[in-house]
């Protein structure tokens, strides 16, 4: 199975920083989701109860970072990762993670990860 169902710059605030200056209010996090998932059923019926919802996804992931407090994007990463592949059934998922404001000369900076059971 190679189906991909992706999101690209979800933009979501976060409180998240090890720094003294990150820990007062939020600030913007993107992430770039690409979720394994067999569209088939869903392509065969039309039917959005047999898709990967990306607006469900995003409005989770929306609910969950609003209330996290991590230090680390790594550590962030990794649950936004394992809640889409337990809560949505993803077979696998890449998920980067940008923080735009973090250094002042550097457009972002962030993780890339992947997790789950990807095709070969």
């Known amino acids: ?19 003294d200056r990150e820990r007062h209010a939020p600030q913007p996090l993107l ?4 979720m394994h998932f067999d569209n088939r059923i869903a392509a065969s019926s ?16 929306a ?9 680390l994007v790594e550590t962030l990463a990794e649950c936004c990762a394992d809640l889409i592949l337990t809560e949505f059934g993803a077979r696998g998922v890449r998920l980067r993670l940008s923080k735009p404001q973090a250094l002042a000369h550097a457009a972002a900076v962030g993780v890339e990860i992947e997790r789950g059971r990807f095709p070969a």
Do not use: K, N, P
């Not at 992430?31 to 690409?34: A, E, G, K, Q």
């Open 46 to 61: 039309d039917s959005l109860a047999d898709a990967l919802d990306y607006e469900a996804v995003s409005r989770r992931l």
């Open 31 to 34: 992430l770039d989701i690409r």
């Open 63 to 71: 609910d969950y970072v609003a209330q996290t407090d991590f230090q």
């Open 1 to 19: 199975m190679t189906d991909i169902v992706f999101i690209e710059g979800l933009r979501l605030d976060a409180l998240i920083g090890v720094h």
